[in-house]
Structures are given as structure tokens and as C-alpha cells.
């Protein structure tokens, strides 16, 4: 039983390369989100999806774009990337909020992605 | 806007002691909070979750409480060991889908 596998683990990209970042979750999962971590801030949700073919923007959407055309693949997608999104990013996924049984709603996260934008 | 904080920001402590992590919320109506463990360079580990509807949860040499009119909850360690170094990070669900994360509290602790 995976969970929840992130790849890559690792990347350097020079500002203005693309580059996309896959999330692979194998519990059937309803929700899926995106997140980034940087020193000394809490984890800030860049975009979710509640379902296959769904997606919506979290705190911090800007230069991101996401698919989730699978209900087990979540992909972030950095358009043309900046120094600025130097960060670690981690995907994590649940159940529906809607399931009420013991274990629901609790986050399963990845190892998470270090990106380096230079 | 919800936000998380959590304090101390860091704490060290010897080994064998009882210890308690620190959680606030600004808006009370949430889903459930939670309890994250992360050590260097890896995933958060989820520890425990409490729904609104509950007071506490328990596993193991952990307890953590939740007071969702004062927006606080509590992690408490009891008998701290060394293996219990990590980032303790405290997670609240508001009625949306968008789980906000406090900044974390770093653990140490000294054999």
C-alpha cells in the first residue's frame, strides 16, 4: 500500500522553465490538494480538487495550474517558473468531508517535491 | 480569515518530561482540528484528529484537546523521549475544504 507518492523528489529548474510535478494516490481518495512549505510558515494550500474532472484555487494559485482528469493523479503545473516558488511542495489527499467514519477526513500527505528555481 | 498559531515556536526539553504543544484558531466554526508530526526533509504524519463535535482524542503517550469556543487546542506528550524530536504542526478544517496549517512548533528533545 503506496499512499500517496509524490515524483519527482527532487528538481532544479532556471526561471522561466516549466515543469510539472505528479501526485499519485492509491486509497480512492475523494480530495487531493496541492501544497507548498517555506521556513518558517505553515503549509499554504495552492489548489485542491473534491473530485475527478475538479479543481479550485487555495490560498496561493498564482503562476500554478493543476489537472486531476484521473481520480488517483493530481498534477501541479508551473507555467514559467520563479525564484519565488522555490519551495517544498507536498500533495495529500482524504476522504470526502461528507464521510463520517472513524479515519475520515484525515489528511494523508506525500514525502513531498524540494524545487529550486534559479 | 482563519488563521493558525501555534506557540512556543520552538521548544527543547530533557527527556522523561511532560510537555504541552500550544494551538489557537481565530473563527470556532470548524470541521475537526488536527495533529501533524513532520521530521526533517519528510511528509507530515497525521496523529491525531479531533472532530468539533469531540473534547479529545488520545493514542498512545499523546492527548490532545480541543476547546472550539476559546479557538485553542493542546497536544500533550507525556514522557517525552528522543524519538519524539520533530515538528508538531496543528491543522484546522473550517466549514469549507481548505485545511489552514499553524507555522509549527519544533521539538527537541535531550537524552
Known amino acids: 500500500n503506496a499512499g500517496v507518492t509524490q515524483t519527482p523528489k527532487f528538481r532544479v529548474l532556471k526561471t522561466g522553465q516549466s515543469m510539472t510535478l505528479l501526485c499519485a494516490q492509491d486509497?480512492?481518495?475523494?480530495?487531493m490538494y496541492w501544497y507548498r512549505q517555506d521556513p518558517g510558515m505553515g503549509l499554504r494550500l495552492i489548489h485542491y480538487s473534491v473530485g475527478e474532472g475538479t479543481t479550485a484555487k487555495g490560498e496561493v494559485p498564482d503562476g500554478y495550474n493543476v489537472s486531476r482528469l484521473k481520480k488517483q493523479n493530481f498534477l501541479l503545473g508551473l507555467e514559467s517558473a520563479a525564484p519565488s516558488q522555490t519551495s517544498v511542495y507536498f500533495c495529500?489527499?482524504?476522504?470526502?468531508?461528507?464521510?463520517?467514519?472513524?479515519?475520515?477526513?484525515?489528511?494523508?500527505f506525500g514525502a513531498g517535491s524540494r524545487l529550486t528555481v534559479l | 480569515k482563519q488563521e493558525v498559531t501555534q506557540i512556543p515556536a520552538a521548544l527543547s526539553v530533557p527527556e522523561g518530561e511532560n510537555l504541552v504543544l500550544n494551538c489557537s484558531f481565530t473563527d470556532s466554526a470548524i470541521y475537526n482540528l488536527q495533529w501533524f508530526r513532520q521530521d526533517p526533509g519528510k511528509g507530515l504524519t497525521s496523529l491525531l484528529l479531533i472532530q468539533s463535535s469531540q473534547r479529545e482524542q488520545t493514542s498512545g503517550r499523546l492527548n490532545a484537546s480541543l476547546d472550539k469556543s476559546s479557538g485553542r487546542s493542546t497536544l500533550y506528550i507525556a514522557a517525552s523521549q528522543p524519538g519524539d524530536s520533530a515538528t508538531y504542526l496543528c491543522a484546522v478544517r473550517p466549514l469549507g475544504n481548505k485545511l489552514v496549517f499553524g507555522a509549527g512548533t519544533i521539538l527537541r528533545v535531550k537524552s
Open positions: 495529500a489527499s482524504s476522504y470526502s468531508r461528507k464521510d463520517h467514519s472513524s479515519g475520515a477526513n484525515v489528511l494523508t
Open positions: 486509497m480512492n481518495h475523494e480530495y
